[in-house]
């Protein structure tokens, strides 16, 4: 039995070994000459004037992660509208629960304001 869990054992350590020696690899040999030229601030080529420091409103984050959020869920429709002739009544009701769910969601967001771009 305990066969069977050696070539995840394997994979396992060779997922974690992998990334471990490509990055102890790449900091043994990279070049090791910093100046004040390669630690300055490098913005398109263009040097920065004024203030770097830009904040950004928080409902453009917000809006993004609904949109997210949303196109994600859109995903779960796909295998549903393709297997529909298999399934049952009861993947029927499930999938109206799923989208009053996403309703429900929407309209708090849109109450919330978190749709409004300005």
């Known amino acids: ?3 069977d869990y050696t070539f995840i054992g394997i994979f396992v350590v060779v997922a974690i070994a992998f990334p471990i020696v490509a990055l102890a690899l790449a900091f043994f040999i990279r070049p ?3 100046d004040a030229v390669k ?3 490098y913005e398109c080529g263009l040097e920065t004037i004024g203030e770097t420091w830009v ?3 928080v409902q453009y984050y917000i809006y993004a992660l609904v949109f997210v959020i949303f196109d994600i869920e859109t995903v779960f429709l796909y295998p549903w509208a393709v297997a529909y002739n298999k399934l049952g009544l009861l993947a ?3 999938m109206f629960i799923f989208l009053a769910i996403l309703v429900g969601g929407l309209i708090y967001a849109w109450r919330k304001g978190a749709l409004e771009w300005v």
């Open 39 to 41: 630690s300055s601030t």
């Open 55 to 57: 904040q950004f409103r």
């Open 32 to 34: 090791k000459k910093p």
């Open 92 to 94: 029927l009701v499930e």
């Open 1 to 3: 039995m305990l066969s």
